[in-house]
């Protein structure tokens, strides 16, 4: 029985809540604000006069998922595009979170040290940046940097943690001991170097938030004046750590920033909830928008302008990109060796092993694979396909009978296939000869996608040259008229699978230093298969 490759569907959450209940009153007494990371939501600019007082607390989160997440793509928003929020906004975000909404403080709190912590995984690989300090307020702000300690912990950094004045509260007290917990260093501020730069690759700035008013007290104002010392994040002479701010760098006004010109310049800016005002003075490389869990009512309350998160991201880019030196970008791979008497005999069930492996860690569609063809004029040509099964026969794919590559097949029926899982630092390349699969099979296949992709099926004449994309929505749309009662659809003749034998297996393994491992399979006899390490 050939084996059906299954592929995991997105889970999407949804908050339902009344419309009446966005429209509860802000009390004047409130002093909790608790903003939400949202992939969600982004607000309009209009600037109120309104503020908090300075014993208000703000209070970030974002929404939990897997991480390679940290491989995913974050797709940029440019900043004119994105909408930033006032204080009295944010805060009444916050209560309506807080409130009818449900949210608990220290849910909400894990939620903001995970979108961190995650942001900073997208930039800063813990290979180049390992050691981290997170130097953490009295409040909430501060509470959010301690989970990003931990989260950051589990992502392969070694971070260390100032907590000169702690918030003496049952949340707080077991946010420390599960630090403890993890045998991460606590630092005093006297026991912080006075540069910085000597001792660490990243500090994150969790010291105040929206909330914060005035001029920082002892032992902050010291604190502040070394991140300030950092220098500016755009100048190539900058010293090392990089610098991180948890929604509102540390000393800022929410809403005009650095009103002195003198104060701190990260390198990357996390917003939570949706970016505030003094976002649009940030000038760093990076920023990042975090959490997607606030319901549509909300956006549609405040007029929010609302960013598109890719699959199951947590955070989301804010402009481009710094443009780098391509020569310059490389991955140290760090990954467990792929030694001979330790790798299975069998390259099938070897391939079956990685494959588990590959659906184990949430790699978005891990059946893709790369098929290289070439005709009788030899030059190759390469697309990205779907695995639909393998056996022991070999692999195989669906396809237009009609397409460039079907044409290249019928001259050269020779094709070589390459997975490439980046997240596990895994590649296997596949090469043998091409046949057709039996109309049986195909016809079953055709007849097990949903209704949408039969139709589609039929639609595309593949390669050919079409006048536009409406041309396809109007065959589409004729098609479902006709076939509107349910009716089988009936698979056409140029559509259908194909099956590569393989003849060579190579099972690729990312190592430290390029010294990569590859283990070549052969066939050797009959059923056995010769195994050889080639070079890197």
């Not at 059906?4 to 949804?14: D, V």
């Not at 490389?330 to 008497?341: A, K, M, T, V």
């Not at 393989?502 to 590859?518: A, I, K, M, N, T």
Request: charged share 20%.
């Amino acid at each position: 029985m050939r084996q059906p490759l299954l592929r995991k569907a997105e889970i999407m959450r949804c908050i339902l809540t009344k419309s009446s209940l966005l429209n509860i009153p802000i009390s004047p007494n409130f002093n909790r604000p608790h903003q939400i990371l949202s992939s969600n939501f982004l607000s309009h600019t209009s600037v109120s006069q309104g503020f908090w007082s300075s014993n208000s607390r703000e209070y970030c989160s974002r929404s939990i998922t897997g991480v390679k997440s940290m491989a995913l793509v974050n797709i940029a928003r440019g900043p004119e595009s994105v909408s930033y929020l006032n204080q009295r906004e944010a805060a009444e975000i916050d209560e309506i979170l807080m409130g009818p909404l449900g949210f608990s403080v220290d849910q909400l709190m894990e939620l903001a040290g995970l979108s961190v912590a995650t942001s900073i995984a997208e930039v800063y690989k813990p290979a180049e940046h390992n050691r981290v300090l997170a130097i953490c307020g009295p409040g909430n702000n501060g509470g959010d940097g301690l989970v990003a300690a931990r989260h950051l912990h589990h992502f392969g950094y070694k971070p260390y943690v100032c907590y000169p004045k702690r918030t003496a509260k049952a949340l707080y007290n077991g946010l420390v001991t599960q630090l403890e917990s993890l045998s991460i260093p606590f630092l005093s501020v006297e026991d912080l170097p006075v540069d910085l730069s000597t001792s660490f690759d990243i500090v994150l700035d969790a010291v105040f938030g929206f909330s914060f008013q005035g001029s920082p007290r002892p032992p902050f104002d010291d604190i502040i004046q070394r991140l300030v010392a950092l220098g500016d994040p755009n100048e190539k002479n900058q010293k090392s750590p990089v610098l991180v701010s948890v929604d509102i760098p540390s000393g800022w006004h929410v809403e005009e920033g650095d009103m002195s010109g003198k104060g701190i310049r990260p390198n990357l800016l996390v917003s939570l909830t949706a970016p505030k005002l003094c976002a649009k003075k940030f000038s760093g490389p990076h920023h990042f928008l975090g959490g997607r869990f606030v319901p549509p009512a909300i956006a549609e309350k405040f007029k929010l302008n609302l960013p598109e998160y890719p699959g199951t991201s947590m955070c989301v880019r804010i402009g481009s990109p710094p443009r780098v030196d391509i020569s310059a970008l490389r991955e140290n791979y760090i990954s467990p060796e792929l030694l001979e008497d330790q790798a299975e005999a069998d390259p099938f069930t070897q391939f079956q092993k990685w494959f588990d492996d590959a659906m184990a860690a949430a790699l978005k569609e891990p059946n893709a694979m790369a098929i290289c063809t070439a005709g009788k004029d030899g030059k190759p040509t390469s697309r990205m396909v779907l695995l639909k099964g393998f056996d022991k026969d070999g692999f195989v794919w669906y396809t237009n009978y009609e397409s460039q590559k079907a044409h290249q097949i019928s001259e050269n029926p020779q094709a070589a296939l390459l997975f490439y899982w980046g997240g596990l630092n895994r590649q296997v390349r596949i090469e043998g000869p091409v046949q057709k699969v039996s109309d049986e099979e195909s016809e079953q296949y055709f007849h097990s996608r949903p209704r949408g992709s039969q139709i589609g099926a039929i639609v595309s004449k593949q390669s050919t040259v079409i006048p536009g994309r409406q041309f396809l929505y109007q065959q589409q749309a004729e098609l479902e008229a006709k076939y509107s009662d349910g009716s089988l659809i009936p698979k056409p003749k140029y559509w259908g699978g194909y099956r590569l034998k393989p003849e060579v297996f190579e099972f690729w393994q990312g190592q430290p230093s390029r010294l990569h491992d590859r283990l070549r399979y052969t066939p050797h006899g009959k059923g056995a298969w010769k195994i050889e390490r080639l070079s890197p």
